[in-house]
Each structure stands twice: as structure tokens, then as C-alpha cells.
T-cell receptor, first 111, second 118 residues
Framework: DAKTTQPTSMDCAEGRAANLPCNHSTISGNEYVYWYRQIHSQGPQYIIHGLKNNETNEMASLIITEDRKSSTLILPHATLRDTAVYYCIVFSGGGADGLTFGKGTHLIIQP | DTEVTQTPKHLVMGMTNKKSLKCEQHMGHRAMYWYKQKAKKPPELMFVYSYEKLSINESVPSRFSPECPNSSLLNLHLHALQPEDSALYLC?????????????????FGQGTRLTVV
């Protein structure tokens, strides 16, 4: 069963912030929200993850709602190289359980 | 070195051939994974190795046979494949962590082997 719901596709203008939403209303207390992206014909790339606090790294920011039922990945200044499929995954992490990928959001950055 | 290296990048094989896909990492990760990805679909987990032992087999047909000879290497042996097995095969590794969601538990993926079965 899909644990996350994401829009199929989104467009964003180059240089603007890209905000990618994810619904995970059945998330358990011990599950983290992970984001990966896959640029065409490449392997998936880790972006960021969080439990309940907002997180920021050099690639992106992750905003998790207080009830943890949804989150938003923010790419602050999108470039053409950010065009990719973005996967939101809920995962308890830490062990060797493997990731279950949903369909993801195809983000297209427009020049 | 944060790379997961997969060889070969491309492979074409007949249905009666035997071939192997290879994956290597030198990050000291103790968990390694095989995923299969069909065109325009998300990756699907096939196998998980933890400390060189098979811990998860997602009901994969026996014509796919994984092997983990040491902590840095992961192989996927292929035999008697079908054309529908044509796909991108991805290898990944991650650090086992005692604390869930700890920094450093993210998975690193290779660039994949694009397999075509004819």
C-alpha cells in the first residue's frame, strides 16, 4: 500500500523556489520522512530527511507539519539541473529494511 | 569516497545466457541492496544484505541469484532471464545505525546497469 501521496508532476520557473508537497497521513511515530530524487537515467540521490522538526541542508529544506501528516520539500533557487523525479518516502530507517518508492513527483524546471 | 560503482553500465544477454552484475562500495556500509526499475516506474526492492547475509528477498524469481562475497561487494547472478526482465538494475548501500533516522543512514545508489534480454 502507498504510504505517501504526491502530485504526479509540477512545473517551476528557474530561479524560483520549488515547493513539493507530500501527504503521509498514516505515518507512524517512529517513521521518518525521507526525500530522494532521480535525474533521468541516473540512480536515486538522497536529499534530506526529518522526523518532526524542520530540517535544512545545502540542497533543500524540509518542512513537516506539526501533526506529521504532510511535509513540503523546498528547493530554494531551482535550476534546470533540478529537473527530476522527487520521491517522498516514510521509513523507520537505521536498519537494512530497504526503501519503498512511490510514484514520485516529476518536477520540471522551466527556463 | 561516497560512490557506489556498478558494472557493466549496459548489458545485452540472450535468454539462455548466464551473466553477473557487480556492485562495489568502499564507504564501510554494512547494508547493501538490489533494486529493479522498469521504464517510467519507481525502483522496486529485490534483495537486502545486512552484514553480508541475505536479510530480505522480495519474492524474486530464482533466475536472479544474489551474492555478497564480502562487505564491499554485491553481485547479482542472472540465468535464463525473460525479455520482461529487461530493466535498470540499481545497487545501493547504507550504514547500519543503532539509532533510527540518524545522520548517515541515507542510502547511496549506483548509476545502475541497463539490462536488455533478447
Amino acid at each position: 500500500d502507498a504510504k505517501t501521496t504526491q502530485p504526479t508532476s509540477m512545473d517551476c520557473a528557474e530561479g524560483r523556489a520549488a515547493n513539493l508537497p507530500c501527504n503521509h497521513s498514516t505515518i507512524s511515530g517512529n517513521e521518518y520522512v525521507y526525500w530522494y530524487r532521480q535525474i533521468h537515467s541516473q540512480g536515486p540521490q538522497y536529499i534530506i530527511h526529518g522526523l518532526k522538526n524542520n530540517e535544512t541542508n545545502e540542497m533543500a529544506s524540509l518542512i513537516i507539519t506539526e501533526d506529521r501528516k504532510s511535509s513540503t520539500l523546498i528547493l530554494p533557487h531551482a535550476t534546470l539541473r533540478d529537473t527530476a523525479v522527487y520521491y517522498c518516502i516514510v521509513f523507520s530507517g537505521g536498519g537494512a529494511d530497504g526503501l519503498t518508492f512511490g510514484k514520485g513527483t516529476h518536477l520540471i524546471i522551466q527556463p | 569516497d561516497t560512490e557506489v560503482t556498478q558494472t557493466p553500465k549496459h548489458l545485452v544477454m540472450g535468454m539462455t545466457n548466464k551473466k553477473s552484475l557487480k556492485c562495489e562500495q568502499h564507504m564501510g556500509h554494512r547494508a547493501m541492496y538490489w533494486y529493479k526499475q522498469k521504464a517510467k516506474k519507481p525502483p522496486e526492492l529485490m534483495f537486502v544484505y545486512s552484514y553480508e547475509k541475505l536479510s530480505i528477498n522480495e519474492s524474486v524469481p530464482s533466475r536472479f541469484s544474489p551474492e555478497c562475497p564480502n562487505s564491499s561487494l554485491l553481485n547479482l547472478h542472472l540465468h535464463a532471464l525473460q525479455p520482461e526482465d529487461s530493466a535498470l538494475y540499481l545497487c545501493a548501500s547504507s550504514q547500519e545505525a543503532s539509532r533510527q533516522g540518524a545522520r548517515g543512514t541515507e542510502a547511496f545508489f549506483g548509476q545502475g546497469t541497463r539490462l536488455t534480454v533478447v
